[in-house]
Nanobody, 123 residues
Framework: QVQLVESGGGLVQAGGSLRLSCAAS????????MGWFRQAPGKEREFVAS????????FYADSVKGRFTISRDNARNTVYLQMNSLKPEDTAIYHC????????????????WGQGTQVTVSS
């Protein structure tokens, strides 16, 4: 089992920044690729970004490329999502997840999920 707890969400104006954190406990964190997904009201869960177990490979959704950065600190068992130039359409609950593979992008490729943290971007 891997337990994941997100933090860092909040209310921010358009153009602002937030940094989300996801703390992991349980099985060896560095064995897993990590991803961030988001879900807005009435919409399906959407891939945002993923990072390989070593941190050497990352992948981003087109909608966030150039604005968001995913990173990880295996010594701290934590993955981060730095979000810059936020837009109202970024408003959602953001979930981190742990899975196998290099940089998985599909919900079904992830085995463990956190409860999520709310991000609200006002215009």
């Amino acid at each position: 089992q891997v337990q994941l707890v997100e933090s860092g969400g909040g209310l921010v104006q358009a153009g602002g920044s937030l940094r989300l954190s996801c703390a992991a406990s349980g099985r060896t964190f560095s064995n897993y690729a990590m991803g961030w997904f988001r879900q807005a009201p009435g919409k399906e869960r959407e891939f945002v970004a993923s990072i390989s177990w070593s941190g050497g490979t990352t992948f981003y959704a087109d909608s966030v490329k150039g604005r968001f950065t995913i990173s990880r600190d295996n010594a701290r068992n934590t993955v981060y999502l730095q979000m810059n130039s936020l837009k109202p359409e970024d408003t959602a609950i953001y979930h981190c997840a742990a899975g196998l593979g290099m940089v998985p992008r599909l919900v079904r490729e992830y085995e463990y999920w956190g409860q999520g943290t709310q991000v609200t971007v006002s215009s």
